[in-house]
């Protein structure tokens, strides 16, 4: 029984010894918690030139100048020279209306009905005449005629092209590309550009 009675004695002096030690545990932790936010905090105020410079020198320059590329990617218009070399079917009936003269190759027979008329009343005399015209012969020919024609001709040219980009489709592509950035470039540029105006934006959030 008198064991009992030390050891119900000693479970509170105990438990109190735990409660001081969390207790001053939580106490330290606070305090290095509050040192460590005060030295971060010393370091940004002291030493924030690095920061802004990176901001207004690098990363905002870089951000314009992408969609200054874009922007005049838009713009872009490709010229370049196509070389064409082809074939051309040509199918059309050309007239033809002209005076010439054929030259006979070999002797052409002819045969015609003719009537003789003799002289001094003395009547007339039906027959045939025969003759050949010579080999060489130049003959007045008058043509009027339609001549089918039917060909191929070569095609050989250079045909310069322009071509817009935002005509040619590109445009919307451009302006995702652009809106892509757009809210990267605007949240940073409304970041402050020194320490000076960061303090003065705090101040006034603060306000």
């Known amino acids: 029984m008198t064991v009992q ?3 119900s004695e000693n479970k509170p002096k105990g438990r109190n010894t735990i409660g001081k030690l969390w207790n001053a545990f939580k106490n ?3 305090i290095f918690s509050f040192i460590v936010n005060f030295v971060l905090v010393l370091v940004l105020l002291l030493s924030p ?3 802004f410079m990176a901001k207004s020198q690098v ?3 870089l951000l314009l100048n992408l969609d200054g590329a874009f922007a005049a990617l838009g713009r872009t218009v490709i010229r370049s020279t196509v070389y064409i070399t082809d074939t051309m ?3 059309f009936d050309l007239p033809l209306a002209q005076n010439t003269q054929v030259v006979l190759v070999a002797p052409v027979p002819l045969q015609a009905p003719a009537t003789f008329v003799l002289p001094g009343g003395g009547g007339a005399i039906n027959g ?3 003759l050949a015209l010579p080999q060489g012969m130049a003959l007045p020919v008058a043509l009027n005629l339609m001549v089918p024609v039917s060909t191929t001709v070569p095609v050989i040219m250079q045909v310069p092209v322009e071509i817009p980009l935002a005509e040619a489709g590109m445009a919307p592509a451009i302006e995702q590309l652009r809106g892509v ?3 990267i470039t605007g949240a940073l540029q409304s970041l402050p550009d020194t ?3 960061f303090i003065q934006q705090a101040t006034q959030s603060q306000k």
């Open 49 to 51: 030139g690095p920061v």
């Open 195 to 197: 320490p000076e105006e």
């Open 59 to 61: 990363a905002e320059p």
């Open 128 to 130: 045939t005449v025969q």
């Open 89 to 91: 079917p040509v199918v």
């Open 181 to 183: 950035f757009w809210p």
């Open 5 to 7: 009675t030390v050891e």
């Open 28 to 30: 330290i932790a606070i």
